[in-house]
């Protein structure tokens, strides 16, 4: 179980690649990258495209950043999920509160 | 304790004689053996330095002074794997203590779960949640009205183990002192969404599937807040549905809206609600597939519910090689007559 971040800053925008998976145990490596971001009121995209499972701890860093990102009106959009990924926010109903960017989703 | 120094000294002295005297693999063996009732009596390294160049000069009154000089230093060197020892004693014995509390915390959490199902006439109810630790982030609940109505909760709380457990009391008693809204799954879960929202750190949340059971006229209703879709078991077809209520999760948003579903039950359906530790299971490198699940189901449901619960929880189990990753919740609501 492993999570690989990479970060690419173009313009405006902050992208955070992601690769592996965000469980109970990678969750914090996330956490550390993201929130930060959102709490700086940072537009961030979130490219899941690398991403083969998230449990409900990674949902949380989700919306966790979500939450710093309304106090800071910073942006959030998620792209680039699996179908499996996609069922996952759609269940919890986050595809309603968070953007999610359909091109770029596999 | 005195005492015990001394005898062991009176040991230790035979077994350095013994070896000295014939270098046999016996005497080896008999150390090996001597340092077991050291660290039974916690006996530190640099106590045995000294110990031994006591023996070593009661024995040898001429052995030689930097010999003799040398175990001073040595006991010196020793002090640091001492304090390590007395360092991992410590350790070991504050785990026994944690693990001691988080034993009475477990049984804690397990009064906050319904010790019966209800019995109500025309139904059949099974539930079995298994941990995957000592403490869950599962949680169900049923409320009986005096119109026999059956009101069931099932719900998940984001992660596992202690800080599930936490939240998870906040839900029972949010849930026990809502008593007016009991029965209409929107408004309870609207309730219960701003309990949650206002106590849970940004990073938690909690979801939730909550129907009322009508034995009266055979409706479930039912309303969803991002939890893992259930089955329908529907006789005449004999067939599966899924059971979903869309909705978003507990404690992500201030004001929500949750829309309420209905379900007509005939005899012979069934409803199936379960956590994702169910849909989760591992078997190998993949998941298990939903149409798994309800093959499973299909399988044992000439059985009671709760007999039916429990043996696909056994199969699931096994097939994981009894090695939960998740909490695992499975309950069955049937309708008998």
Do not use: W
């Amino acid at each position: 179980m492993n999570l690989s971040i990479r970060q690419e800053k173009n313009e405006d925008v902050v992208v955070l690649y992601l690769s592996g998976e965000i469980d109970a145990f990678t969750a914090t490596k996330l956490r550390e990258e993201l929130i930060p971001l959102a709490e700086m009121g940072q537009t961030v995209r979130v490219d899941l495209s690398g991403v083969d499972y998230i449990d409900s701890t990674g949902l949380g860093v989700f919306i966790g950043a979500l939450k710093a990102t309304h106090i800071t009106e910073g942006n959030l959009t998620l792209v680039g999920m699996s179908t499996r990924i996609k069922r996952l926010f759609s269940i919890t109903g986050l595809d309603e509160v968070i953007a999610i960017d359909e091109e770029g989703s596999k | 304790m005195e005492q015990t120094v001394q005898n062991l000294e009176e040991t230790y002295k035979s077994i350095l004689q013994t070896f000295l005297n014939r270098k046999s693999e016996q005497g080896l063996y008999e150390a090996q053996q001597f340092s077991k009732v050291l660290l039974e009596h916690q006996i530190s390294p640099e106590e045995l330095v000294s110990i031994h160049r006591a023996v070593l000069e009661e024995l040898y009154p001429s052995v030689s002074v930097e010999i003799v000089d040398s175990l001073d230093l040595l006991l010196e060197v020793m002090m640091g794997y001492g304090l390590a020892y007395r360092e991992h004693q410590s350790l070991r014995d504050r785990q026994i203590e944690l693990e001691s509390q988080i034993n009475v915390a477990a049984n804690m959490q397990q009064t906050l779960l319904p010790k019966a199902v209800p019995t109500v006439d025309q139904l059949d109810i099974g539930v079995i949640s298994v941990p995957a630790n000592k403490m869950s982030g599962d949680y169900y609940h049923f409320i009986q009205d005096e119109n026999e109505c059956v009101g069931v909760a099932i719900a998940d709380i984001i992660g596992k183990g202690v800080p599930a457990a936490l939240c998870m009391s906040m839900i029972k008693y949010a849930m026990d002192s809502l008593p007016e809204q009991r029965l209409q799954p929107a408004a309870l879960l609207e309730n219960l969404n701003r309990v949650v929202e206002q106590n849970v750190d940004d990073n938690m949340f909690i979801t939730m599937m909550y129907g009322s059971y009508d034995p009266r006229t055979h409706d479930f209703h039912f309303s969803g807040a991002g939890h893992e879709p259930g089955f329908f078991y529907k006789a005449s077809s004999d067939q599966f549905e899924e059971l979903y209520a869309k909705g978003l999760v507990l404690g992500v948003s201030k004001r929500v809206k949750f829309r309420e579903y209905s379900q007509r039950v005939d005899q012979g359906d069934f409803i199936v609600l379960l956590s994702d530790g169910v849909t989760e299971s591992r078997i190998g490198d993949r998941f298990v597939e939903r149409a798994e699940i309800t093959n499973l189901i299909r399988k044992y449901m000439h059985l009671s519910a709760q007999e039916l619960v429990e043996s696909v929880y056994y199969e699931l189990a096994k097939l994981q090689e009894f090695i939960l990753k998740d909490d695992f919740t499975l309950m069955i609501i049937r309708r008998k007559v």
